[in-house]
Structure formats: C-alpha cells, structure tokens
C-alpha cells in the first residue's frame, strides 16, 4: 500500500472514534463545591474553557490564589469560561472553606474520580488545560514561569503562558505553544 492509503484508511477508522470521543467530552460531569452537577465543557457561545487544576495542599496551587483571581476578573467579559478543579478528595467541608478562602466558592469544580483530569492529561497542581467548544485540547501546561522548576522561583513571571494561549484563542488563532511544563504537586494516579 502507498503512503497515502495508509493514511486514508488510519483516519477513516480513526474518524468515527474521535467523533464520539467529543461529545463525549461535553458530557463529562463533575459536582461543584456545593454539590451541583455541571457539565464544564459544555460550551454554547464560548471560545473556551480554562481548567485549572489544583490542590488543597499544594503550596504552589495556593500561591496561585492572586493570579487566578485576575485571570477570572481579566477574562470575565470575553467567551471564555475560567474553573478551578479539585483533583484531591475528601470531605466536601474542607474543599468549600478552601475555596471561600481563595474566592474560588463560585468557578470550583471537583473531580476526585480524576475524570477531567484524564481528559486532559494533567499531572501537576497547579495546571491549566484549555480546550476548545468541541473538546480539542488547545493548551496545556504551566499558567507563568514564576515556578521555573523545583526550588527555582521567581519573584515575578516573565512568560505568562496560559494568558497568551487565551489571547490568541480570543483573536481565533492557534496557539503557537500548545504545551509547557508545569511545575508543581504531582497528581496522584497520574
């Protein structure tokens, strides 16, 4: 067979499992912190959805609290929607007190069962995946360099990745860097 049949059989068997694979993104469910189910991916109108990905116990989510703040207060009037994302369980008091500390009370979603987390492929707290209206992975990795690896802290962020990923999202071009690393907690099972 030639090079292009092969390619041409590979995506019409691949097609059809990519076409049920995103509706079936849109359908994932996770409660948010006051227990009601939402369905984050589902995107009417939207440009985007950001998922940032964090733990109660993780000293580098925490530091994160401000900037996630003003991205939320930066991004609130544009087509993109912003949640943060427990991957850690337990009971539900401590990860509401949590989020009403950092002011997430309103945008945080939980996954204990790790269901975003593998649709995504994160691995670390904190870190941002932002997927396109049908489910595409559009970007995926660190929110700023201001954590340049394990012991290596900057005082101020010099790349802010996930802000550039969202702006040229917004202007309806494809992110030029789709994946960083992010540095953080691990995720467990990950």
Do not use: W
Not at 64 to 72: C, F
Not at 106 to 128: C, F, I, N, Q, Y
């Amino acid at each position: 067979m030639t090079r292009r049949c092969i390619l041409a059989l590979a995506l019409l068997i691949g097609l059809p499992a990519l076409a049920a694979a995103l509706p079936a993104a849109r359908a994932v469910q996770v409660r948010d912190v006051r227990g009601a189910l939402v369905r984050p991916l589902e995107a009417p109108g939207r440009a985007a959805t950001v998922l940032i990905f964090i733990a109660r116990d993780c000293p580098i989510s925490n530091s994160y609290a401000p900037e996630i703040k003003r991205l939320r207060a930066d991004y609130a009037l544009s087509p993109v929607a912003l949640y943060v994302v427990y991957v850690d369980g337990g009971p539900a008091g401590p990860v509401q007190a949590h989020a009403r500390a950092h002011g997430y009370d309103s945008v945080a979603l939980l996954d204990p069962a790790h269901r975003l987390v593998r649709l995504t492929g994160a691995t670390v707290t904190p870190e941002a995946a932002v997927l396109s209206p049908d489910g595409r992975l559009l970007y995926r990795g660190r929110i700023d360099d201001r954590f340049a690896g394990f012991g290596r802290v900057h005082d101020l962020a010099s790349v802010h990745d996930l802000r550039r990923a969202l702006d040229v999202i917004r202007a309806g071009q494809p992110v030029p860097v789709a994946r960083t690393q992010a540095v953080g907690c691990f995720i467990p099972g990950t």
